[in-house]
Structure formats: C-alpha cells, structure tokens
C-alpha cells in the first residue's frame, strides 16, 4: 500500500483504495479490512463502509456495516483508525458474505445507533 | 452483471459493483467502462466516476473524470448511461492512468464545467 498517496489527491481518495484497506482500532489490534462500502445512487453520498474479518480465505466471513464517519485514514498505519473495543464488534450488526440484507431506514439507523453516530437521513 | 440488483439494494449501490460498469449514452453507444470513483474523505461525499476506454487490454487507456451526477444507471442496459454524443469526449479532460493528476478546485471546476454541470463544493 506504498502508493497509496498517489491515490489520495487532497481529499480525495479512489474507491479501489479504500477496498482492501486494513483497519485497526485505537489499541492498534487489527480488526479486518474494508471489503467495499455502500453509495446512495442518486446523492453519491457513502452511507456504510463494510468491514470484513474472520473465515478461511476471505470464504465464510462475517460484514459488519460501518457509518463511514467513523473512519479515520491513518498513514503511518496505512489503514483506517476506528475508536472501538474489538469486543464491542461481538454484538455488531452483521451479516454473511452470501445473504446481505436490505439496506433499508431501520438496517441503517440501527447500524449507526450501534456505534453512537446520529443517522442523519 | 445478473447479479447487480443483489448489490443493489433500495437506493444504495457497492462500490465494487460500480467499478468495472460499462457506460453507453443515449444513442446506444458504448462509451467504455467506470474504472473507479472519487471519494470525499471527510465527508463520503462522491465527487467523480472515472471513465476509461480505449488502450490495449486495459494499457495505456485515458482515463476521464465525470460528475457522479451525470450517470443514470439502466437495468436494461446493465450499464450508465450518459447524455453525450461521443465525440464530446474528444476534448473532454482526460490523463493517462499512469498520471493521475491533483483533483484540486481548479480541476474539479474544469471537469465541471465541461459538462454543463455546477460544481458544488
């Protein structure tokens, strides 16, 4: 991920940069990695990040959705830097790889309730 | 891409699925394909979609900056169509994937104003 600043153009940075990307929290453990994240089509507005961990192989792993406020990039880590107890991830809002589950009001406001962020839509 | 509405839930849309979509405008012409997005950090707030074509197996293609804005998808298409005769695009702003360029005000006002869009930031 050396080249990550080239895809971080002030502030800016490229959808497939965030894909992948590591995620840590404040304690430096390593929580998983960014598998891809959500886009309300017609605003362009990201609503959830999705967080991907455990299983063999990327193959049986859980998606936790995450308010994308929450993250925050942090070069010397090269990954993103949640404020979070990896315990607080065990009763998450979350769902298999194969079975993501409708995006709707209640999903989201219970997932940005969960980590404390106000649902502002 | 069968499988886009699974990704495609309500009115949000993954940001894997976006990448790689083909685009046509409205005459039916195949445009090239969105090669990826431009996201505002601190505010996930989507700025562009990149539209590449042309190169050799995906060499030395030009990449071009669009207002999220102007995309629509259709599922009939299973693509973005775009209001454009193609040989707008003969001048539109454009770099080489290799040289991706600062996307400062200056830029984005550029790109956004070439395509008749204001430019809200």
């Given at each position: 991920m050396t080249d990550f600043m080239t895809d971080s153009r002030h502030d800016l940075i490229a959808s497939d940069r965030v894909e992948g990307t590591a995620v840590y929290n404040r304690q430096g453990e390593h929580l998983g990695k960014i598998d891809n994240f959500m886009v309300e089509?017609?605003?362009?507005?990201?609503r959830y990040a999705t967080l991907s961990f455990g299983g063999f192989l990327g193959i049986g792993n859980d998606h936790y959705p995450l308010p994308w406020s929450i993250l925050t990039y942090d070069t010397d880590k090269g990954g993103y830097v949640i404020d979070l107890d990896k315990q607080v991830l065990d009763n998450a809002p979350r769902y298999a790889a194969d079975a993501r589950p409708d995006y709707d009001e209640a999903f989201g406001r219970n997932v940005y309730q969960y980590y404390g962020v106000v649902y502002p839509w």
């Open positions: 089509k017609r605003s362009g507005q990201v």
